[in-house]
T-cell receptor
């Protein structure tokens, strides 16, 4: 998975709880991303960060929060405000955020979150 | 509206057979198109990437084609193997865009190769 690790692989959450998903990369990439994947749908962008201490909302940011205190790390918190959090969450990174032929997004192995 | 559509949704083939997956897009202005392979429970891995000027790209038994005029791409898998069982995702990028809201993902084709 190209030097990106995500943990845990499986996560169970009770309703009303916040949970944090970890994403770490050792590729020295500036840009990092969080996507959500649901059956029958394409990946949807939750948040992205182009550089340390900066991040922007994606298409479905409501109920999620992120931080980017270190270049290597981009944790995602799924808050109790997210009404349908059960999904497969993918973290990715790229050299920078401009999509070019030479700027591939490398994906982590994913975290499957289930709300009980 | 920028969209990426893939067909078929799912496909079952016998080991050793060939197959072709389709991707149609309306993304404009176009920068590049990637095909990703995603094994169950894993992250996607890039197979090929093509720009506007390229109409074919191979990676082993995988061959992607691109017709930028009709905005269509295909991924051809030759002599399929059991390990080809996965979802194949087409991703199209906008050009001249900074930030991350410049990628458009198809819903994928789920390929199952049976012995």
């Amino acid at each position: 998975d190209g030097g990106i690790t995500q943990s845990p692989k499986y996560l169970f959450r009770k309703e009303g709880q916040n949970v944090t998903l970890s994403c770490e990369q050792n590729l020295n990439h500036d840009a990092m991303y969080w996507y959500r994947q649901d059956p029958g749908q394409g990946l949807r962008l939750i948040y992205y960060s182009q550089i340390v201490n900066d991040f922007q909302k994606g298409d479905i940011a409501e109920g999620y929060s992120v931080s980017r205190e270190k270049k290597e790390s981009f944790p995602l918190t799924v808050t109790s405000a997210q009404k349908n959090p059960t999904a497969f969450y993918l973290c990715a990174s790229s050299i920078h955020s401009i999509s070019t032929v030479y700027n591939e997004q490398f994906f982590g192995p994913g975290t499957r979150l289930t709300v009980l | 509206k920028n969209q990426v559509e893939q067909s078929p949704q799912s496909l079952i083939i016998l080991e050793g057979k060939n197959c072709t997956l389709q991707c149609n897009y309306t993304v404009s202005p176009f920068s590049n198109l990637r095909w990703y392979k995603q094994d169950t429970g894993r992250g996607p891995v890039s197979l090929t990437i093509m720009t506007f000027s390229e109409n074919t790209k191979s990676n082993g038994r995988y061959t992607a084609t691109l017709d930028a005029d009709t905005k269509q791409s295909s991924l051809h898998i030759t002599a399929s193997q059991l390990s080809d069982s996965a979802s194949y995702i087409c991703v199209v990028s906008l050009s001249d865009q900074t930030g991350a809201n410049n990628l458009f993902f198809g819903t994928g084709t789920r390929l199952t190769v049976i012995p």
